[in-house]
């Protein structure tokens, strides 16, 4: 089993940025595919970026060009830096992990795809 623990979430400014930590549990995090997801109240729960055990990326259109997921796997953690901030990015967000990837440039789109999730970290952006 795989444990994740988010920080680095909070209030801030429209404009401002925050970076997600996101520490993983496990000897293999090497080898896992990485995600991180958001949920506003009342709408589904959307991939924001993702990053690959080879460090392949994606990110999902709202957040391109504003939005880095990176990842040290000497620290078992992913990054998720995010500047420019707007209001409609407020939500909770999630980090997930994909623990047995069919490649190292594998990247999953979809909630199910992934194995173990994180608590959570409310992301609020004021305008």
């Not at 209030?11 to 958001?38: K, N, P």
């Not at 990054?79 to 909770?92: G, R």
């Not at 047995?100 to 979809?110: D, L, M």
Request: glycine fraction near 12%; aromatic fraction near 14%.
């Amino acid at each position: 089993q795989v444990q994740l623990v988010e920080s680095g979430g909070g209030l801030v400014q429209a404009g401002g940025s925050l970076r997600l930590s996101c520490a993983a549990s496990g000897r293999t995090f090497s080898r896992y595919a990485m995600g991180w997801f958001r949920q506003a109240p009342g709408k589904e729960r959307e991939l924001v970026a993702a990053i690959s055990s080879g460090g392949s990326t994606y990110y999902a259109d709202s957040v391109k060009g504003r939005f880095t997921i990176s990842r040290d796997n000497a620290k078992n953690t992913v990054y998720l830096q995010m500047n420019s901030l707007k209001p409609e990015d407020t939500a909770v967000y999630y980090c997930a992990v994909k623990t047995n990837p069919y490649y190292s440039g594998s990247i999953y789109y979809r909630t199910y795809e992934y194995d173990y999730w994180g608590q959570g970290t409310q992301v609020t952006v004021s305008s």
